[in-house]
C-alpha cells in the first residue's frame, strides 16, 4: 500500500510517499520531503500564522511534485496508479496552515479518486516511533536521504507515550493501536515554548531548544536552583510558566547589559535540567503505575539528545525492564512521513467530502 503523507500543521509543507506492507512488516519511506518558513518567523521570534500559510501556498505544489518525482515507480503525470491512499493532517494547528494541507489533500483524493485518511498531528508524533531505519538500509534516493525502513516490532503494547514540543506537553497510555488515553499535559507553558521564552530572556534566536541544548553542554546544571513545577503531584500534569518565571527574575538580577558566554551557559543547563527531570519523573511514574511494556518520546523536543540521555539513565537506575524508544531526530520535528505512518495503523478511510480542518483536535 503506497500512502501519501501531507503535513501543515505549523510553519513546515511536508508530502511524504510510505511503502507499507504489515505481512513483511517493512515500511519503505520513498520520500520525506520538507519545507520551512522557520527563517522568516526567527526575525520575529516566533511563528506568525498568516505568513507561515501564505508561505506554504507556495510551497505545497512544489513539495508535492518533488515528493511524487523522487518515488520511483510514480508516474508524476499520472500518479493515481500508484497511490492508493491520502493521509492529511487535520489537527491541531494552526487554522490557516491546516487548511491548506486539507484542501490539497481533498482536491487530489477528489481528482485521482482516491480514499483519505485523516490524521491528529500528535498521534503523527507517537508514530514516528514505529518507523525504524535498518542498518543495512537501501538507499533509495541520496538527494532525499530517502532509505528503507522496517516497522520498529520491539515496540509492545500497553505503552507510555510522551509528545514534548513547542506546543504540546502530553503524557498518553496506548493499550493497542487505536486505544489512546490522555493521562495529563500543560496546563500553561509546554516544554518546547518554555525553552524559547527562556531562550528570547537570553537573547537566543528562535527557535531557542536546539541552541539552549549546545550552550548547555558547557554549562553547569547546578549553577542555578530553579524550580521543578508539579515534580511532585499526583497527577501527570506539567506546568512550566513558573520555571520560566524564575529565569526571568535571575536574569533581571545581571545589570550587564550583555550576559557572558558562561552565565548563558550555566543558565541553558539549569534551566534544561529542570524540564528534563520533570519530563522524565512523571513519564518513569506513569509506566511504573500503569505496567507498560514500553516508552516512547515523541515530538520535536524528543530530538534533544539530554533528554533521551536521561530517560535511558533512569530506566537503567531503577532497574526497570521497560525499553525506552525515541525516534531518529530527522523524524522527531514536524514531516509527513509519521503522517502517513499513523494512517496505516490507524487510519480509517473516509471520503473527501468528510474532511475538515480542526485546529483545536486533540486526544480522542
Not at 510551497?59 to 518533488?66: A, D, G, L, Q, S
Amino acid at each position: 500500500m503506497k500512502i501519501l503523507g501531507i503535513e501543515t500543521s505549523c510553519d513546515e509543507t511536508g508530502v511524504a510517499i510510505i511503502d507499507a506492507n504489515i505481512k513483511t512488516k517493512e515500511l519503505k519511506i520513498l520520500s520525506n520531503v520538507v519545507a520551512s518558513s522557520l527563517a522568516l518567523h526567527s526575525k520575529t521570534g516566533g511563528i506568525i500564522p498568516n505568513i507561515a500559510a501564505r508561505e506554504q501556498v507556495k510551497y505545497m505544489i512544489p513539495v508535492i511534485k518533488e515528493a511524487l518525482s523522487s518515488t520511483r515507480g510514480v508516474d508524476v503525470q499520472n500518479p493515481a496508479g500508484s497511490i492508493d491512499v491520502i493521509a492529511v493532517t487535520v489537527g491541531p494547528g494552526l487554522i490557516g496552515s491546516l487548511l491548506v494541507g486539507v484542501e490539497t489533500a481533498r482536491t487530489l483524493a477528489y481528482v485521482l479518486k482516491k480514499p483519505i485518511v485523516p490524521v491528529n498531528h500528535l498521534i503523527g508524533h507517537i508514530y514516528a516511533n514505529f518507523i525504524r531505519a535498518n542498518p543495512k538500509s537501501e538507499i533509495l534516493n541520496p538527494k532525499l536521504n530517502a532509505k528503507r525502513y522496517t516497522l520498529n516490532a520491539n515496540i509492545e503494547f500497553p505503552l507510555i507515550t510522551l509528545v514534548v514540543s513547542g506546543g504540546h506537553t502530553d503524557l498518553v497510555l496506548m493499550e493497542k493501536h487505536g486505544s489512546i488515553h490522555w493521562l495529563g499535559g500543560t496546563r500553561d507553558d509546554a516544554a518546547g515554548e518554555a525553552f524559547d521564552k527562556i531562550g528570547r530572556l537570553l537573547g537566543i534566536p528562535y527557535p531557542a531548544g536546539a541552541e539552549i541544548e549546545k550552550f548547555a553542554k558547557n554549562g553547569n546544571p547546578k549553577a542555578f536552583s530553579f524550580p521543578r513545577p508539579m515534580i511532585g503531584s499526583k497527577d501527570y500534569d506539567f506546568s512550566f510558566s513558573g520555571l520560566k518565571t524564575a529565569v526571568l527574575r535571575e536574569t533581571l538580577k545581571n545589570k550587564n547589559e550583555k550576559f557572558s558566554q558562561r552565565y548563558i551557559q550555566d543558565i541553558s543547563a539549569s534551566s534544561q535540567q529542570a524540564i528534563i527531570d520533570v519530563l522524565v519523573s512523571k513519564t518513569i511514574k506513569a509506566a511504573q503505575q500503569y505496567k507498560v511494556r514500553s516508552i516512547l518520546l515523541g515530538g520535536g523536543v524528543a530530538a534533544n539528545q539530554k533528554l533521551r540521555d536521561e530517560f535511558q539513565l533512569k530506566i537503567e537506575n531503577l532497574k526497570l525492564k521497560i525499553p525506552f524508544f525515541c525516534p531518529e531526530k530527522r523524524l522527531c520535528t514536524d514531516n509527513a512521513a509519521m503522517i502517513a505512518s499513523a494512517a496505516f495503523f490507524n487510519g480509517k478511510q473516509e471520503d473527501w467530502r468528510n474532511i475538515i480542518a480542526n485546529p483545536e483536535l486533540y486526544f480522542e
